[in-house]
């Protein structure tokens, strides 16, 4: 006891010993009441203090999600849009509540010291600055893709590490200031405790050292530490009264904060991940062993990830560490509801086990006691997957470590959906690449932002010279204006177009396209593009052309072969009383002379009708034994005047060359179509020469239609002075549609149905030509050689083997055809009962008794045609042999029925002689 304590005590009056020490002793308790007094109330301020301390960290870790949810909203995740909102919201309630008190995150904190009032405000202002360009970042999410985006985003993350920095400020000055207040009221003791111990005895000094001092000075030094960053500096053997209050204190500020930076470095992995990894196997795989590496789980390094299928109810083992083969086959499926990862997944809520229990349905050999966080990943409400973390058995279960958990299980789900999207637009983006029509995509204000290869390669130009273009590069000027503008309100309604868009190549070559344009749609329905897919159907169009003419040509034929059919019948009457006349005058008279120039030119007029007709295949084929020379001589003038004057046609025949069998229609037609594809290969005029000669070939020789075998040949060639061809359109020149003819100028048929009557009537075609030196086709018909005896029937022997009064019944619903056909089978000798409609001959023949030797009949006739009229006829009757005449020439009216055998068909016109040799033929035959 100190001299200066002595006089105090006798100054009061206390001179007894036991006075002293009851007083020393009173003091000393006093002094330890009191001290125990500050204490306490000191661990119940740091207490009130300690959700602060966790609100400021709070602070921090919002700052960092709030730049993780606008990276993800750059990246296009708009499930970030919200969870950055809030996070905007939650700083901000820590930031009033901070100052002035009151609840953050669900926590009633107390008011802030004055002397934090300094780094609270400088908090606030980083968050003033920090806070507009953050909104706009939100609240513009569809202008992601901008530069004016991108520029503010690169902005925001240079704020928010000066935000970071403050709020890190105000926490470490809040746990500075806590560490002072207990290092004021730890030197307050130690005071107070140095004066009892002066006043008590040592052992009382050595115990208050012991009790007291000792664990305040390790508190202090446990303070300080934690105040520079060391978070596992708190005494263990602290655990009692309220000193061990203050430890747990600040055991608990250091664990959280153990906590919430392991969960930072686990959400920035995470993040890195995201961006780095491409699989989502591995990322799966890293990202579980980046969780199962934070040291503040009491876990084993064992864990697994589930990708949940929605549609199944299962999930799938998509990642496990440290699971043995036998817990890896009986968890690779679990079922929504079985187990704790399916009752995870079934309920969306987190399923904690402290060691295996019923509900642990899936066992295994070897199984061992452990404890589970079962943690449902979520995106929004839709469930993507569990994350399972195996606990040490008995682990308890710790609501701060949940949340982290369900933060980190969130960021997963949210991952590996935008991974499974960008694995989607891969996909959709190679598809796209691939594709066999041009695809090319355009913002809302019309330029290109996407061209695929199919593009580049329709059109010539590259993806770069069509990037930030309008589709107008590709104007062909084909259109309207209204075409283009009736397309573009389509599109600015939201509705799809379609059509056909005549376009330009970079070579400014003309193609056609069938385009289909559709709006590309954000989730509020608004559009942000245009997917424009363009097949070229240049070929289809030419071949719609070539077919509308082939119809067109088809209805000139059917026109004509109407035409024929009363030209014909006209031009029989023609002939048939020309002859009437010629026969009844004298054969030297200048009259049977006139006579004779008509029926000359009847039959000029129905050869010139049958090349008309052949030129529209509309002849019948009648094959015949056929001078080739005179063929081509008589159609002169026709081919002359079909040239036109810039055409010099030249013919040259040769005696040499043989008959051959052919139909003369259809070799007009062969002719006539080689002109006009040599007077096309010659547009300012030249000189076409025809050439008909006698070959014998001695070897066999191969040709674009066979090879042709040796022998006698009639040759028919026909050389231009045209423009050529070279190889490879040699090569197609026979195939059908193939023109080398500008748009709209041809059918490609021209050639093709010269290969196909050359292959009809047996014969052969060689091509040669060159570019710039002409053309010449070579058509070899095999002559024909006529059997001994055989040759044309003169009219005046035809005549005379007509048998006499052969019973005929005639149909022909013509009248001048009639009375003319009636009269000449009357001069022949025979016996005629003629009818214009079929019905009126059928019921005379009915009654009639006596016998019918030949029906003639026409086909095409109103209520019944002359087969129809034959049947019935032959029914009746049967041996009436039958005779078809018509003048039409079109096959199809026949339907393949004269190609019978047996069937006598007579062409109108006809004269007296061939009526003549037809009859004497028939009869023979049926008498036969």
């Known amino acids: 006891m100190t001299q200066r304590s002595r006089t105090i005590l006798s100054i009061l009056g206390v001179t007894k010993l036991d006075d002293k020490f009851s007083i020393l002793i009173v003091t000393f308790l006093a002094i330890v009441l009191t001290g125990l007094a500050v204490t306490t109330q000191t661990a119940i301020r740091l207490k009130r203090l300690s959700p602060s301390v966790d609100a400021a960290g709070r602070q921090r870790m919002l700052t960092q999600r709030m730049m993780g949810r606008a990276f993800l909203l750059a990246s296009g995740d708009q499930a970030a849009l919200s969870d950055g909102l809030k996070s905007a919201a939650e700083f901000e309630e820590g930031l009033a509540a901070l100052r002035g008190g009151g609840r953050a995150a669900g926590v009633a904190l107390a008011p802030a010291p004055g002397r934090i009032s300094p780094y609270l405000d400088q908090l606030e202002a980083r968050w003033r600055a920090f806070k507009p360009g953050y909104e706009w970042l939100m609240e513009n999410a569809d202008k992601r893709a901008s530069r004016e985006f991108k520029l503010r985003l690169a902005s925001l993350e240079a704020q928010s590490e000066l935000l970071l920095a403050a709020a890190e400020e105000v926490a470490r000055y809040l746990r500075q200031h806590a560490s002072n207040r207990v290092l004021n009221v730890a030197i307050g003791l130690l005071l107070g405790l140095a004066a009892a111990a002066l006043l008590t005895f ?29 978070f596992h500096a708190v005494p263990a053997e602290i655990r009692d009264g309220e000193l061990g209050t203050l430890a747990l204190a600040l ?54 990830i589930f990708i949940a299928d929605n549609a199944a109810k299962k999930l799938t083992l998509a990642a496990q560490s440290g699971l043995p083969a036998a817990q890896g086959a009986a968890c690779a499926e679990v079922g929504f509801g079985r187990c704790l990862c399916g009752r995870a997944a079934e309920a969306g809520e987190v399923i904690y086990a402290g ?52 933060g980190i299980a969130a960021l997963l789900a949210q991952i590996i959906e935008k991974k499974r999207g960008q694995a989607e637009n891969r996909k959709m983006s190679e598809a796209l690449r691939q594709a066999a029509e041009a695809v090319f995509i355009t913002g809302t204000d019309g330029k290109i932002t996407y061209a695929n290869e199919a593009f580049e390669r329709m059109t010539g130009f590259s993806a770069a010279e069509a990037l ?195 139909d003369p229609g259809q070799i007009d037609q062969i002719l006539m179509n080689l002109l006009l594809n040599a007077k096309d290969a010659m547009p300012e005029g030249g000189i076409i020469e025809i050439r008909v000669a006698g070959h014998k070939s001695i070897l066999p020789v191969p040709t674009p239609v066979g090879t042709m075998p040796a022998g006698e040949y009639t040759v028919l060639s026909v050389y231009d002075t045209g423009s050529g061809m070279d190889k490879e359109t040699l090569g197609r020149i026979f195939d059908p549609f193939f023109t080398t003819k500008p748009k709209g100028k041809g059918t490609g048929l021209g050639l093709s ?94 009654g009639y008794a006596g016998g019918i030797d030949i029906l003639l009949t026409d086909i095409v006739m109103p209520g019944m045609d002359g087969f129809a009229l034959a049947e019935r006829l032959t029914a009746q009757k049967p041996g009436v042999r039958v005779i078809y005449m018509s003048g039409y020439t079109d096959p199809d009216i026949f339907k393949g029925r004269l190609g019978r ?28």
């Open 468 to 662: 930030g273009r309008t589709p107008n590069l590709l104007k062909s000027g084909e259109h309207t204006p209204e075409y283009y503008s009736s397309m573009w309100v389509s599109m600015q309604e939201g509705l799809p177009w379609t059509g056909r868009i005549v376009n330009k190549r970079k070579d400014g070559g003309l193609f056609t396209v069938q385009a289909n344009i559709f709006p590309l749609k954000d989730s509020s329905g608004k559009t942000t593009a245009y997917v424009t897919l363009q097949e070229d159907v240049s070929e289809l169009v030419d071949t719609e052309e070539q077919l509308r003419q082939s119809q067109k040509m088809e209805a000139v034929g059917r026109l004509a072969g109407g035409v024929a059919h009363d030209f014909n019948n006209i031009l029989m009457a023609i002939d048939s009383y020309a002859g009437f006349i010629r026969r009844r005058l004298p054969a030297a008279s200048q009259e049977a002379a006139d006579a004779g120039e008509i029926i000359v030119a009847v039959q000029k007029a129905a050869a010139l009708t049958r090349q008309l007709l052949a030129f529209s295949r509309k002849q019948k084929a009648l094959f015949q034994a056929l001078d080739l020379r005179q063929a081509v001589l008589a159609g002169e003038e026709m081919l002359k005047r079909l040239l036109g004057e810039t055409v010099t046609l030249k013919i040259s025949v040769a005696d040499d060359a043989g008959r051959i069998m052919a």
């Open 251 to 304: 055991e608990k500020i250091s664990d959280s904060a153990v906590k919430r930076i392991n969960a930072d470095k686990i959400t920035n992995r995470l993040l890195n991940l995201a961006v780095e990894t491409e699989d989502l196997p591995g990322l799966l795989k890293t990202a579980l062993e980046t969780v199962l590496s934070a040291d503040w789980l009491c876990a084993e390094p064992k864990g697994a």
């Open 901 to 928: 055998p047996g069937i006598v068909f007579l062409q109108k016109p006809f004269n007296e002689a061939l009526l003549a040799e037809t009859l004497s033929r028939v009869m023979a035959a049926g008498a036969a």
């Open 355 to 406: 060691g295996v229990e019923a509900r642990h349905e899936n066992v295994y050999e070897g199984i061992k006691e452990h404890g589970h966080y079962c943690v449902p990943m979520l995106s929004g409400s839709r469930l993507v997957g569990v994350l399972a973390l195996y606990l040490a058995p008995g682990y308890l279960c710790d609501l701060d470590e949940i949340a982290q958990l369900k």
């Open 753 to 846: 149905i010269v290969y196909g009557s050359v292959k009809h009537h047996g014969a052969y075609i060689t091509v040669a030509s060159r570019p710039g030196k002409g053309s010449t086709f070579t058509l070899y018909f095999p002559v024909f050689s006529e059997p001994a005896g055989k040759g044309e029937l003169s009219p005046e022997r035809a005549l005379r083997t007509v048998p006499a009064q052969a019973s005929v019944l005639l149909a022909e619903d013509d009248p001048m055809v009639l009375a003319s056909v009636e009269r000449m089978l009357r001069e022949l000798g025979a016996e005629v009962r003629a009818f214009p409609e079929p019905e009126k001959l059928l019921e005379f023949a009915a």
């Open 202 to 230: 040592a052992l009382a000094f050595r115990t208050l050292r012991r009790e007291l001092i000792k664990p305040l000075e390790e508190l202090i030094s446990s303070a300080e530490r934690i105040s520079t960053g060391d």
